[in-house]
């Protein structure tokens, strides 16, 4: 059973700065990619950064370019995501998972998600 434990959300001001982390199990996770997602109100779930499975490549989705950095813990089975220079834009539920696919629809799990919210 895969789970995926999201924590480290909340309310900031814009400009501010948040760290999320996601604690991963249930499957060999040392060897996949892991990303992060995320979900505005009345929106659909986006894709936001993904790394490579030792850490050596990561993409950005162009929202976060600059202002977001996906790194990935010693254990390889957790990933962070912090965000700077927050923007209202970026309120939204925020989801890691496995895999480098950036299409929500590719992942049958997901965890619970972390609220950020970025207030004006």
């Known amino acids: 059973q895969v789970q995926l434990v999201e924590s480290g959300g909340g309310l900031v001001q814009a400009g501010g700065s948040l760290r999320l982390s996601c604690a991963a199990s249930g499957r060999t996770t040392s060897t996949y990619a892991m990303g992060w997602f995320r979900q505005a109100p009345g929106k659909e779930r986006e894709f936001v950064a993904t790394i490579s499975w030792n850490g050596d490549t990561t993409y950005y989705a162009e929202s976060a370019k600059g202002r977001f950095t996906i790194s990935r813990g010693n254990a390889k089975n957790t990933v962070y995501l912090q965000m700077n220079s927050l923007k209202p834009e970026d309120t939204a539920v925020y989801y890691c998972?496995?895999?480098?696919?950036?299409?929500?629809?590719?992942?049958?799990?997901w965890g619970k998600g972390a609220l950020v919210t970025v207030s004006s």
């Open positions: 998972n496995f895999g480098s696919s950036m299409e929500p629809s590719d992942y049958p799990y």
